[in-house]
């Protein structure tokens, strides 16, 4: 991609931007924020939000970025230059976001190997594999070494290109498997009515309360790549064929539709594994972060060594798309440390992942129970921090600021060109219902968390890291930062061969 309006083709943006939408968010968080918060009210609550907020900040998020034709901390300072510290901000997140994703990708990395381990294995044996590895004290920390070491190597050697090219042929392919798993899980018989009462049909929301609406709503950011500058790096390489509205849309619907469908595949199988089998909730690993990898297994190994190798298969192709979307994260702090403190490509891409590593260490042991923090496993913490705090303030200040800070006619011509009602609508939004209902739901969500578990520990602990936050972002906004500085938008920086957008997210 050598200049702006890079895509040519509508089809072609919304097929590059929705691939980097999907990731572990579809297929690992959904279901498990799903199960963890009452099944069918959770998942009615994240399609309003999906809706209400998700659309409407991609919306926006793609417009900043197309209007300035720029990295987020430009693209948001030519709307103000005082709100700089916004687009800080969304270098800050995806750190956060690589100290526990990595430590997944290394999950989904054992599920490779472990799929052909567990043939012939009942299904006590499968669940207590994954037990030993998670309390084991150094593998969960070896896997997410090679995960993150993959990447940053991958960064390095340049090599972004050949992965997404491969990525193109397999995403497909992870998308044919994801439906097999889902019609297979479907079809199981005994439990899957059970499932399903629990996932889509009967709607409890006593079991959801504020905590789960505010999970919903973080999830719907994290599952959208929102709140974190990625949307706006891929709005800047729109021309105005682009139809922002429209293509906000369609990669909404293929968001959503695919974290559906891994919901399909998981809860009609894990009920039904627990009314046959008459395993307990723990060991699918309902109302847990380790859903997707107990419960999966149990299926593929359910068909005997065929479903060993279609198992170790569905991993590869999981591990992937975790990969090139960690690559991503990665490259947007390369991208502005390259910048900020002016240092080589290699020791860019090395430097803060030493520290990345450094923390999602411990993450990846405080599964098992080696490290908590007051009581808290570190990737249940770093989880709530971005995606329940970080990520609806910042996409709350994009909107904002757009919705204000921008021309109102020059907003509302051009979400539609040629249809101003709609504009109109998301100006609307974006300026009164989104920020509200954002504030609401996330000062809620934190409420009922403090009173849910009384813990003045945890409440110590999250502003202590808030205020570290505060300090590192008002630091680094010290350091003076030129126009053309950091972020996500390789254009800006010189790396011609680099600059594609589908570099900037998976
Ligand atoms: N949306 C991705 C997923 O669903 C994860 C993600 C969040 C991401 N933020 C990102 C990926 C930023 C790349 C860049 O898994």
């Known amino acids: 991609?050598?200049?702006?309006?890079?895509?040519?083709?509508?089809?072609?943006?919304?097929?590059?931007?929705?691939?980097?939408?999907?990731?572990?968010g579809n297929i690992w968080g959904f279901p498990y924020k799903t199960g963890a918060n009452g099944g069918a009210a959770f998942v009615l609550v994240y399609i309003l939000m999906a809706l209400l907020l998700g659309i409407v900040g991609m919306t926006v998020e793609m417009y900043v970025g197309k209007r300035a034709q720029a990295n987020p901390v430009t693209a948001v300072k030519k709307i103000n230059s005082k709100i700089g510290f916004v687009g800080l901000l969304s270098v800050i997140v995806p750190f956060f976001i690589i100290c526990y994703y990595s430590v997944?990708?290394?999950?989904?990395?054992?599920?490779?190997?472990?799929?052909?381990?567990?043939?012939?294995?009942?299904?006590?044996?499968?669940?207590?594999?994954?037990?030993?590895?998670?309390?084991?004290?150094?593998?969960?920390?070896?896997?997410?070494?090679?995960?993150?070491?993959?990447?940053?190597?991958?960064?390095?050697?340049?090599v972004q290109k050949g992965i997404e090219k491969a990525s193109k042929v397999l995403m497909p392919l992870l998308f044919i498997i994801l439906l097999g798993v889902m019609i297979y899980s479907l079809c199981l018989g005994e439990g899957v009515k059970a499932g399903l009462d629990f996932y889509i049909l009967k709607a409890d929301f006593k079991a959801?309360?504020?905590?789960?609406?505010?999970?919903?709503?973080?999830q719907v950011f994290f599952s959208m790549s929102l709140g974190m500058g990625i949307m706006i790096t891929y709005g800047s390489y729109t021309g105005k064929e682009i139809n922002?509205?429209?293509?906000?849309?369609?990669?909404?619907?293929?968001?959503?539709?695919?974290?559906?469908?891994?919901?399909?595949?998981?809860?009609?199988?894990?009920?039904?594994?627990?009314?046959?089998?008459?395993?307990?909730?723990?060991?699918?690993?309902?109302?847990?972060?380790?859903?997707?990898?107990?419960?999966?297994?149990?299926?593929?190994?359910s068909l005997g060594t065929v479903g060993g190798i279609i198992g170790a298969f569905f991993f590869l192709m999981v591990t992937i798309a975790a990969i090139t979307s960690v690559v991503s994260l990665v490259e947007v702090v390369t991208q502005f440390f390259i910048q900020k403190f002016r240092i080589s490509r290699k020791r860019a891409a090395v430097l803060p992942m030493i520290l990345a590593l450094a923390i999602s260490i411990p993450v990846s042991l405080s599964l098992g129970g080696?490290?908590?923090?007051?009581?808290?496993?570190?990737?249940?913490?770093?989880?709530?921090?971005?995606?329940?705090?970080?990520?609806?303030?910042?996409?709350?200040?994009?909107?904002?600021?757009?919705?204000?800070?921008?021309?109102?006619?020059?907003?509302?011509?051009?979400?539609?060109?040629?249809?101003?009602?709609?504009?109109?609508?998301?100006?609307?939004?974006?300026?009164?219902?989104?920020?509200?209902?954002?504030?609401?739901?996330?000062?809620?969500?934190?409420?009922?968390n403090v009173s849910v578990n009384v813990n003045y520990f945890a409440v110590i602990n999250t502003a202590f890291l808030l205020a570290a936050v505060a300090f590192a972002v008002y630091f680094l906004s010290l350091v003076r930062v030129g126009d053309t500085d950091t972020g996500c938008n390789a254009d800006e920086l010189g790396y011609e061969g680099d600059a594609d957008p589908a570099d900037a997210a998976e």
């Open 104 to 158: 997944l990708g290394g999950y989904t990395m054992r599920g490779i190997v472990s799929s052909f381990t567990d043939i012939g294995k009942d299904a006590a044996g499968v669940s207590a594999g994954l037990s030993d590895f998670m309390a084991n004290p150094w593998l969960p920390a070896l896997c997410t070494f090679l995960f993150l070491g993959l990447a940053v190597f991958i960064i390095m050697g340049g």
């Open 370 to 448: 080696h490290f908590t923090l007051f009581g808290f496993d570190l990737l249940t913490f770093f989880d709530e921090i971005t995606n329940t705090v970080l990520m609806p303030v910042t996409a709350l200040c994009v909107c904002v600021a757009a919705g204000f800070g921008i021309k109102r006619r020059e907003f509302e011509d051009n979400i539609y060109v040629g249809k101003p009602i709609v504009g109109r609508i998301i100006s609307f939004m974006a300026r009164f219902v989104t920020p509200l209902l954002i504030l609401v739901v996330a000062i809620f969500g934190i409420y009922s």
């Open 1 to 24: 991609m050598k200049k702006h309006n890079g895509f040519a083709s509508s089809l072609g943006f919304v097929l590059a931007s929705a691939g980097s939408a999907v990731g572990l």
């Open 208 to 218: 959801l309360g504020f905590k789960g609406v505010a999970a919903a709503m973080g």
């Open 244 to 301: 922002l509205f429209k293509s906000a849309v369609q990669i909404s619907l293929i968001d959503t539709a695919i974290a559906l469908m891994a919901g399909f595949a998981i809860f009609p199988a894990a009920f039904h594994f627990m009314e046959v089998e008459g395993i307990a909730a723990s060991e699918v690993g309902l109302g847990g972060f380790a859903l997707m990898f107990m419960t999966l297994p149990l299926v593929f190994n």
